[in-house]
């Protein structure tokens, strides 16, 4: 066990939806990180929160977006879903950089 | 453009062996390394580590070796039990990049009783 939460586990849904993905840090973890696992890409890295602020971004869609709250969970977002966004959705944590980063169990998104 | 590479999907080893499983990276910008292991279902589990001033790291049977030179990093596993049967992803960040890990493809091993 990680000590990262993600929820919900398995998300079915249509296009054209909207989702909302949650994420429950380490504990003592003020670094959060979005990753996204398709068949055709490999994991790759979306969006960083440290402390509520926003650290990096990587090729996130505009139809995406994500926070990080007061006590550290994080969210993220996806809007006008297509079929291409089915993938596994992995959250990690780290205490801060150079330090490992421990994931979650993922979300699985499947838009029908 | 692939930045870090595992050029073997996969590997079998006989229980009780060695397990290489071998990472190239070309961003000379790249100066931490991680091994992540993953079960089905699971998400990445985090094995070991190594910054790039480092060319050797150990932790138990796990033993990560850096050739910064070669851009080439690979992970030892001595020896190999039938648990350790996942894949692997090496991964890589670069300071001026925050912590963003970009990871390999992955390589499945298998290790037989």
């Known amino acids: 066990d990680s000590g990262v939460t993600q929820t919900p586990k398995h998300l079915i849904t249509a296009t054209g939806q909207r989702v909302t993905l949650r994420c429950s840090p380490r504990?003592?973890?003020?670094?959060v990180y979005w990753y996204q696992q398709s068949l055709d890409q490999g994991l790759q890295f979306l969006i960083q929160?440290?402390?509520?602020?926003?650290?990096a971004k990587g090729n996130i869609l505009e139809r995406f977006s994500a926070q990080q709250f007061p006590d550290l969970h994080s969210e993220l977002n996806l809007s006008s879903l297509e079929l291409g966004d089915s993938a596994l959705y992995f959250c990690?944590?780290?205490?801060?950089?150079?330090?490992?980063?421990?994931f979650g169990d993922g979300t699985r998104l499947s838009i029908l | 453009d692939q930045q870090v590479k595992q050029n073997s999907p996969s590997l079998s080893v006989q229980e009780g062996r060695i397990s290489i499983l071998n990472c190239d990276y070309t961003?000379?910008?790249?100066?931490?390394f991680l091994w992540y292991k993953k079960y089905p279902a699971e998400g990445p589990t985090f094995l070991i580590s190594?910054?790039?001033?480092?060319d050797k790291n150990e932790d138990g049977r796990f033993t990560v070796f850096l050739n910064k030179s070669a851009k080439h990093l690979s992970l030892h596993i001595v020896p190999s039990q039938p648990g350790d049967s996942a894949v692997y992803f090496c991964?890589?960040?670069?300071?001026?990049?925050?912590?963003?890990?970009?990871f390999g493809g992955g390589t499945r091993l298998m290790v037989k009783p």
């Open positions: 990690a944590s780290s205490v801060g950089e150079y330090q490992p980063q421990h």
């Open positions: 504990s003592g973890d003020l670094s």
């Open positions: 929160y440290y402390n509520g602020e926003e650290r």
């Open positions: 961003n000379s910008m790249f100066d931490y």
């Open positions: 190594i910054s790039s001033i480092k």
């Open positions: 991964a890589a960040s670069a300071i001026n990049a925050g912590n963003m890990l970009t």
